[in-house]
């Protein structure tokens, strides 16, 4: 049983910053892949960064040189920080992994609850 718990989205004003945070607990086994995600209401769910298994990085066009992925494996948390926030940056954001609980199970698709953030022009 795995739970990913986002924390960190708020009110902000364009220009400014914020960092959102997502805990990972649970028994796991391995994690293919992790990353953020983001949906405003009647659209689509998109890639806003993510990590790779092989260690790397991909970023929406939207965002490069904005935001950047991170975690912390002794804490089995993943973070985003945003930096230089735009109004059009206003979604609810999601975090989501691809892990194996144990190693003789599939991998599994997780998503956190998500977490709103809002930037006012």
């Known amino acids: 049983q795995v739970q990913l718990v986002e924390s960190g989205g708020g009110l902000v004003q364009a220009g400014g910053s914020l960092r959102l945070s997502c805990v990972a607990s649970?028994?796991?086994?391995?994690?293919?892949?992790m990353g953020w995600y983001r949906q405003a209401p009647g659209k689509q769910r998109e890639l806003v960064a993510a990590f790779t298994s092989d260690g790397s990085t991909n970023y929406a066009d939207s965002v490069k040189g904005r935001f950047t992925i991170s975690r912390d494996n002794a804490k089995n948390t993943m973070y985003l920080q945003m930096n230089s926030l735009r109004p059009e940056d206003t979604d609810v954001y999601y975090c989501?992994?691809?892990?194996?609980?144990?190693?003789?199970?599939?991998?599994?698709?997780?998503w956190g609850q998500g977490t709103q953030v809002t930037v006012s022009s």
């Open positions: 649970g028994i796991i086994f391995s994690i293919n892949v």
């Open positions: 989501n992994a691809v892990l194996r609980t144990r190693y003789y199970e599939p991998p599994t698709n997780y």
